[in-house]
């Protein structure tokens, strides 16, 4: 039963590993040396009168089951969720047992009970710890209701007035709830900032493959460029030296044939490469082109338009220069796929500069951001279930707010600022979704004059 519960909750993503054993062990420890330390100094110090020998017996078994841990697993042994859980568990119900013992409410170490939910917070889910965090309410007020009392030196029975106990079972009790939704919420966060970054990580090292392969390409293509000319030269000779022979001069045909299809293959392979690679430039035009390639033809129209300044005669048609950066074209690409995506008919591109900076605004005729999302536009993993009527729609989206959150990392990484808006309603109510990205121009205009070192030949 416990088992299947718990792969309920996981069906979104493994909850296996989260925990080493060496370190609840440590942590169990601690905890058994400071019990057996408290007993000791309560009973032979301050005279405190309560069952030291059931109290050793019960702090004893966390002994039992501390060893019995280390013996049968290894330190490295990474516990699945479940496994904690009921780690957590057992630790709870022995303070319980403890406390019981000793005063219940009445003694101030009652507020450790916090701690094993608090632990659950921040390694296990919501579900697992609010199970727990149920049962330690229970147990509080268990023991506010029953419990065996302390007796003082003087032999009285050690009690709390009724108002003050009460007081001391709420803060508890709120203390609970507070810290644990506290720390799991910020656990979560952390979590998600990781996966995020992770997601993030492996697509910029995708990005900068792809880059590094076409270089690869492109300096194949220079280097095999004068062998692959003598090839032919050299059978063209032939050809022409063996008419006598006409078997021979098929081979040295089809020897000139195959040459020039390996120059072929190794233009059309590494065109793009020598792009990325040697220039390591390129046009703000062909920048946006390439950055939209995969999505335009999606079906939907996807517009480009480059408004250059007034005092810009005599500037390129396509527009500076830039850097030609993996996290701006696959930040760019993000962009562009999440407008295409959501539009019905059109996505426009739109790029303007000065000395000082450059914007592009991605314009789409869609629905536009949820009002309630607009302000978080940019977190990872934000997007809640999808409806059945966005389903029918966009059966093909899987989004989560990932994409928005990569692109807005990988294009922050290179100077810019990113700002989201929808569009005002127009005369014939259109509406959609600005994105509005802006870099100084010194941090992705390309150096004037440079070509940029090819590392493959340095």
């Known amino acids: 039963m416990w088992s299947s519960f718990f792969r309920a909750e996981t069906d979104h993503g493994p909850r296996n590993g989260v925990l080493h054993l060496r370190g609840l062990v440590l942590i169990r420890w601690a905890a058994i040396t400071g019990q057996i330390a408290t007993l000791l100094i309560a009973s032979n110090l301050f005279q405190i009168g309560f069952p ?31 496994q904690v859980f009921l780690t957590l568990l057992f630790d709870l119900g022995q303070l319980a047992l403890l406390l019981w013992l000793t005063g219940g409410l009445t003694n101030p170490f009652a507020l450790l009970i916090v701690a094993p939910v608090t632990i659950s917070a921040t390694a296990l889910s919501a579900r697992a710890t ?46 609970i709830a507070f810290l644990g939704a506290y ?55 032939l050809i022409d030296e063996l008419d006598t022979n006409p078997d021979l001069q098929a081979d040295a045909q089809l020897i000139r044939d195959q040459a020039d299809r390996c120059r072929e293959i190794l233009r059309s392979m590494g065109r793009a490469g020598k792009d990325d690679l040697h220039l390591r430039r390129a046009p703000l035009e062909v920048l946006l082109r390439e950055a939209a390639e995969p999505h335009v033809a999606r079906g939907k129209r996807v517009a480009f338009h480059l408004l250059p300044p007034d005092d810009s005669a005599g ?90 959150f990569i692109a807005k990392t990988l294009l922050e990484r290179t100077g810019a600022e990113l700002s989201f808006a929808n569009r005002s309603p127009g005369p014939q109510g259109e509406t959609g979704a600005i994105v509005e990205v802006t870099w100084p121009m010194s941090r992705i205009e390309a150096p004037k004059g440079a070509l940029g070192d090819n590392p493959l030949n340095a």
């Not at 303007?352 to 607009?374: C, F, K, M, N, Q």
Request: glycine share 8%; net charge negative; charged share 20%.
């Open 315 to 404: 500037s390129p048609a396509a527009g500076p220069d830039l850097r030609r950066q993996p996290e701006v074209i696959h930040g760019l690409r993000n962009l562009i796929q999440n407008a295409v995506d959501f539009a019905r008919q059109e996505v426009s591109i739109e790029a303007e500069w000065t000395a000082a900076r450059l914007t592009l605004r991605i314009r789409d005729d869609g629905p536009g951001y949820p009002s309630h999302v607009i302000g978080r536009l940019g977190e990872p993993f934000m997007r809640n279930r999808r409806s059945a009527a966005d389903l029918a729609a966009r059966p093909e989206y899987d989004g989560m707010g990932l994409g928005l």
């Open 183 to 237: 720390a799991h919420r910020v656990a979560a966060e952390i979590h998600t900032m990781q996966d995020a970054l992770l997601a993030t990580q492996m697509a910029l090292a995708r990005e900068q493959k792809l880059t590094d392969l076409g270089g690869v390409v492109a300096a194949a293509a220079h280097e095999l460029g004068t062998p692959l000319a003598t090839i032919k030269l050299v059978s063209a000779e």
């Open 130 to 175: 609010l199970v727990l965090g149920t049962l330690a309410m229970a147990a509080i007020t268990i023991l506010a209701l029953s419990h065996l009392k302390l007796t003082l030196p003087d032999g009285t029975l050690f009690t709390l007035p009724t108002l003050f106990a009460f007081g001391f079972w709420l803060s508890v009790i709120i203390g």
């Open 52 to 82: 030291l020998g059931l109290c050793l017996l019960v702090v004893g078994g966390s002994v039992i089951v501390n060893l019995l841990l280390i013996f049968l697993y290894p330190e490295s042994t990474r516990l699945s969720e479940y």
